[in-house]
């Protein structure tokens, strides 16, 4: 089994929903998170949890639509996303890291990822 494994991908009308799950070798001191690269754009930082303590963080385009959560016992982590729009459109990937590292750096050389799911948002 791969260390980090995306899924729940997708195509959804705008103004849908969509839940991406990982399954993640999560660690106490590890911060598991989502970035995305959309089409012509470079990686982004979308949202992110600390294993232990559950502490979120967004970023400000997905404030209020998207929730981060885990599930320890299972070692999963998802990303509820509503309210999706075109600009949600893009590759979503699972980052884990130490929890001393930057929580945003969309740097491929930080962490473990995933090879990414697919999200597309179009009528």
């Known amino acids: 089994q791969a260390r980090l494994e995306e899924s729940g991908g997708g195509l959804v009308q705008p103004g849908g929903s969509l839940r991406l799950s990982c399954a993640s070798s999560?660690?106490?001191?590890?911060?598991v998170g989502w970035f995305r690269k959309p089409p012509q754009k470079e990686r982004e930082f979308v949202a992110s949890i600390t294993w232990n303590m559950g502490t979120t963080t967004y970023a400000d385009s997905v404030k209020g639509r998207f929730t981060i959560s885990r599930d320890r016992a299972q070692n999963m982590v998802y990303l509820q996303m509503d309210n999706l729009n075109s600009e949600d459109t893009g590759i979503y990937y699972c980052n884990s890291r130490s929890t001393v590292l930057s929580t945003t750096d969309p740097s491929t050389t930080l962490g473990f990822w995933g090879q990414g799911t697919q999200v597309s948002v179009s009528s």
């Open positions: 999560g660690r106490t001191n590890w911060r």
